[in-house]
């Protein structure tokens, strides 16, 4: 039947219970979907968990701070970690960002298999990360900064956690595409590719007026097209540099 926007008991598939013994944890859940595998990911109460999407059943569950050193403690001397929506990584990996302190801060990508929920590698900064997401091609990019530092370092890591590259940047992240990053520097929409470097988008998609989106569709769509215009730079400049360093080679030496 059309759907016709209410739930009702039959368009329910399962029901799992995500929350045990604690009223204040009750902050709704942030999750991931692993389609082709059929795994439901979400985060509840320090624990990473994974469920079928056919039944619902618990595949395996791991907890996200184990072993995490509580280095700014909370003022009744407990631990004070923070746990973002999971991401999905590569091709069989699991990530969530943990922010560690209770004013001066640590952050942590924790990476999981999402087959057996066994820990495969961890990223770590000092200060926040802002905005981490993962690219089209399964790189995780993060930018991250100390409390009240002015530029974010950009990071970009494969799925083996092995970094491919950094570099500081003065803006904020929003949306990942086929490596690249769409977000904001100086209140205008930006694009940062791999080389990390920075194009401004107001000139082809301006925004004005508070009440616009960040980023709409048409500016991620252009997004793209910008990226894909400065590559074709890049190789129209690197085949003039080619055919200069051709052209002298070829000039006879007295």
Known sequence: ???????????????????????????GLSFAV???????????????????TDDGRLLWSSSVTAGLPAIDLRSDGGAAFSLSAPLLIGDDEVGVPVLEGNSDHHSYVQVFDRATGATRWQFHRKGH???????????????????????????????????LGTHFVQWLPTIYGDGFALGTANGAPHL???????TNLSPLAPVSGAAQPLVSGQQLELGAVALHAVEAEGRRVADQVDRVHGARRRVPQH
Do not use: I, K
């Not at 368009?11 to 204040?24: E, I, K, L, N």
């Open 34 to 52: 692993d389609s082709a595998a059929h795994r439901l990911f979400f985060v509840s109460m320090g624990e990473l968990r994974a469920h079928s």
């Open 192 to 198: 940062l590719d791999s080389s990390f470097a920075l």
């Open 129 to 163: 990360l802002y905005s981490p997401g993962v690219t089209t091609n399964g790189e995780l990019w993060t930018s991250s900064a100390n409390c009240w530092a002015v530029a974010g370092e950009m990071a970009r890591v494969d799925e083996q956690g092995h970094e």
């Open 1 to 27: 039947r059309a759907w016709d926007g209410r739930l009702t008991a039959r368009d329910v598939r399962f029901r799992v219970p995500a929350v045990f013994g604690c009223s204040g944890c009750v902050w």
